[in-house]
């Protein structure tokens, strides 16, 4: 059973930089995409970037330009740098997995931006 477990949520005042990073267990192989997403308050979870095992990347447009998501194959973690954040990117981030047609999620962690 594939586990995976998210670490760096926190606050951060507007305008900063947070890394997010995941790391998954339980698994034999690389892991065909891992990547985050994320649920506000109120609102529905939402993409926030994806990448495959390839390096092929998606990014939200909100992400763009602020955003960038890495990758580890080797230890099947995946990191997330967010830069010039703002008080709307505040939501739980969910690290995101998905393999031979399962999907997997990790527990989410908190990140709030805030003066």
């Known amino acids: 059973q594939v586990q995976l477990v998210e670490f760096g949520g926190g606050w951060v005042q507007p305008g900063g930089s947070r890394r997010l990073s995941c790391a998954a267990s339980g698994s034999p192989e690389s892991i065909d995409a891992m990547g985050w997403y994320r649920q506000a308050p109120g609102k529905q979870r939402e993409l926030v970037a994806i990448?495959?095992?390839?390096?092929?990347?998606t990014d939200a447009d909100f992400a763009k330009g602020r955003f960038t998501i890495t990758r580890d194959g080797a230890r099947n973690a995946v990191l997330l740098e967010m830069n010039n954040l703002i008080y709307e990117d505040t939501a739980v981030y969910y690290c995101y997995g998905q393999n031979r047609g399962a999907t997997y999620w990790g527990q989410g962690t908190q990140v709030t931006v805030s003066s």
């Open positions: 990448i495959t095992a390839y390096g092929i990347r």
